[in-house]
């Protein structure tokens, strides 16, 4: 989770990367991605996230849309499932 900035500050969940993306469900319900292009609202994922957002956005000092803001003032959380990690107790491998 992160504390990240869009209009005010509020929370945000990342759910997944691809290198130039961040895959992310944003709790505020806004239809048009802040007016920008690269920002893009996803409404056939809801369990899995909402928005996929540009790494660029993200670690700026600024208070722009989905930034970090002042390092001094930033805030994350992270969360890890021991039961569902995979190990390799816990995973098969298949040699052909």
């Known amino acids: 989770m992160l504390r990240l900035f869009s209009d005010e500050w509020h929370y945000v969940l990342l759910t997944g990367e691809d290198g130039e993306h961040v895959y992310?469900?944003?709790?505020?319900?806004?239809?048009?991605?802040?007016?920008?292009?690269?920002?893009?609202?996803?409404?056939?994922?809801?369990?899995?996230?909402?928005?996929?957002?540009?790494?660029?956005?993200?670690?700026k000092i600024a208070l722009n849309v989905y930034s970090l803001g002042p390092y001094q003032g930033r805030e994350a959380i992270i969360l890890f499932n021991k039961n569902t990690e995979l190990t390799s107790e816990k995973t098969i491998e298949y040699f052909i």
């Open 24 to 59: 992310m469900f944003d709790p505020y319900y806004d239809q048009e991605g802040y007016g920008l292009d690269d920002i893009q609202i996803v409404e056939n994922c809801p369990t899995r996230y909402n928005r996929i957002v540009p790494w660029k956005y993200f670690n």
